[in-house]
């Protein structure tokens, strides 16, 4: 085959079969309840929407600077000043798609053979772009038994003279965990003593219930070593926009913006004058959030009333991550349930050997589908 190595050894979606059963058995005509979805179920607020819609009837539809324009950038410092209080400008920001924010630190910071410190469970494509650049995952563990904050014991004793960055996301995806400002403290002291880069995932940090986000770039002493990432996607229900940004110190970003310059050029110019706008929007994320605390409160206490399963409560995102107690791996149980009871769920071994023994639920659907989704699943493990 003509493929390159980087590419022959990077997995698909672990959940593509899942996927393609599911779609399977809808055409046969069964109503398949999907808790799969990684994403807000809204729309996308209508003023956001109309500012897209008046930039390109004024001609925006072209070419911005790579780094994006002018006015986002600075748009952008300013939230992080005043909101997450870390010091920083707009020489500071690139805008780019979020996803793609992380390809880039990756595969600008990771030389063959570097280590680089991922979260387990953590997001499915951490491991897989650090595969590309061609580095050696080495997984931390998150603590099942402090609401999936990281373990920090097992964090510092993983870390070695060939660690490069370390990469932590929080709020949690698949967990739904959020870390202290003493998790952070301790970070920001392996980080600085090993000369690591840190990049900061910070995606769900809008969709909160219980304490707070708060960014490593809040340590003065951690910012020249911290790259951030965020977006629009689950905050603003942007998902479709591809609208993003990194924030790292300004002498990281020429380097960085090589890669975006000859891969994508620049984040679509539509979707950054909705980004702008975004960035005034409050009272959408509000609602949001609100609908997502009442579903987050519904899907825990029926779970917690399902023999054989144990559930922790998340404090953020729009997922929860049950553990099951019966011998059968995650992938097979996720089948199971899929063929059994038309209900697609994730399989927590998607996330790394730590997640196996549990299964991902995303409740960003509907209440109606929540309801009949864990009705379902309450008689498929009453029937072990």
Known sequence: ????????????????????LASKLQQEGHKVISLAVGEPDF?????????????????????????????????????YREENKVNISAENVMVTPAKMAIFIAITSLVNPGDEVLIPDPGWVSYPEMVNFAQGKNVEYKLDEEKNFRIDLEDLQEKVSRKSKVLLINSPSNPTGGILTYEDLKVIRDIV?????????????????????????GVFEDLLPYTIIVNG??????MTGWRIGYLIAPSEFIPQLAKVQQHTIS????????????????????KKMVTE????????YEELSKIDRIRVNKPKATFYVFPRYEFPIPSKELAERILKEKFVAV??????????????????????????????????????R
């Open 1 to 20: 085959m003509p493929f390159s190595e980087r590419v022959k050894g990077m997995r698909p979606s672990s959940t593509l079969a899942l996927v393609e």
């Open 43 to 79: 729309t996308t607020p209508s003023n956001v929407i109309e500012a897209a819609y008046r930039a390109m009837k004024d001609g925006e539809t072209h070419y911005t600077p790579p780094l994006g324009i002018p006015e986002l950038r600075e748009k952008i410092a300013q939230k």
């Open 192 to 216: 600085v003593d090993n000369r690591l880069t840190l990049i900061s995932d910070e995606i769900y940090e809008k969709i909160i219930y219980e304490g707070e986000h708060i960014s490593p």
């Open 232 to 237: 629009f996607s689950k905050s603003h229900a």
């Open 266 to 285: 620049c984040a679509p110019s539509m979707a950054q004058y909705a980004a702008l706008k975004a960035l005034e929007e409050k009272e959408s994320i």
């Open 292 to 299: 997502f605390r009442r579903r987050r409160d519904f899907v």
């Open 346 to 383: 994730t399989p927590g071994s998607s996330f790394g050997k730590n997640g196996e023994m549990h299964f991902r639920i995303s409740f960003a659907t509907s209440m109606e589908n929540l309801q009949e989704g864990i009705k379902r699943l309450r008689e498929f493990f009453s029937s």
